[in-house]
């Protein structure tokens, strides 16, 4: 649980402008969608992925590396993965049953089954969209259990997108017509106090020293 007494201290050394700025940007966060990417071998994919995550209000991203594991490049990032979640599994099955457990549906983004477009996808459920490898897609074993197919509309001689920018165009997608529904899509205040600590210790450069006074006073 989130002391408050301490969060309170601790946003008293941010000044008016980061605390609004926490609070706007927490305001269109969100839980209801996530995003899995399987084995992404270009370092710059992934950490473009999760700049679009925060861009357009993802709070949380999972990364598989089964066989591809390299640090996130923060240059590409920049700096998106300090504000967003990652949640790293070194098998689809354990990030799947992960998923599974927290309510989420799965849906494969592949441009080669006829499931649902775009524009058709029902936007009222909890969804982790997964993105794969740049030549050879999702895995068999990410398509054996998804719970359904999407796929981005496409009318020119290419079949497929990058990932980084398929990513942007669902989840802006995606995101602008769920903030248009009825359905409670946005963070608890649970989940926005624990945010608003957790921003508070990557942007303050002396909070450890400053947790360690407030606790010892």
């Known amino acids: 649980m989130t ?37 992404v071998y270009q370092l710059h994919n992934t950490s473009a992925v999760i700049r679009s995550c925060d861009v357009f209000g993802i709070q949380e991203v999972n990364i598989i590396e089964e066989q591809n594991s390299k640090r996130i490049d923060k240059e590409i990032a920049m700096g998106a993965q300090k504000w967003v979640d990652l949640n790293r599994f070194s098998s689809v099955n354990d990030c799947v049953t992960s998923l599974k457990e927290k309510g989420y549906q799965i849906v494969a983004t592949t441009p080669h089954a006829n499931d649902s477009e775009l524009y058709d996808f029902d936007v009222t459920k909890k969804s982790c969209f997964f993105f794969g490898r740049e030549t050879e897609g999702l895995s068999k074993e990410v398509l054996d259990v998804a719970d359904c197919f999407l796929k981005i509309p496409m009318v020119g001689f290419t079949e497929s997108l990058n990932i980084s920018v398929s990513a ?31 921003w508070c210790r990557k942007t303050i450069k002396s909070y450890e020293d400053i947790v360690t006074r407030y606790y010892s006073s």
């Open 3 to 39: 002391d408050l007494k301490l969060l309170e201290h601790l946003e008293s050394y941010l000044t008016a402008s980061r605390k609004l700025r926490f609070d706007n940007v927490l305001s269109q966060r969100t839980k209801h969608f996530t995003v899995a990417t399987e084995d």
């Open 168 to 198: 942007a165009i669902i989840l802006q997608h995606v995101t602008t017509r769920l903030k248009k529904t009825d359905i409670n899509w946005q963070l608890t205040v649970k989940e926005m106090n624990e945010k608003r600590l957790d």
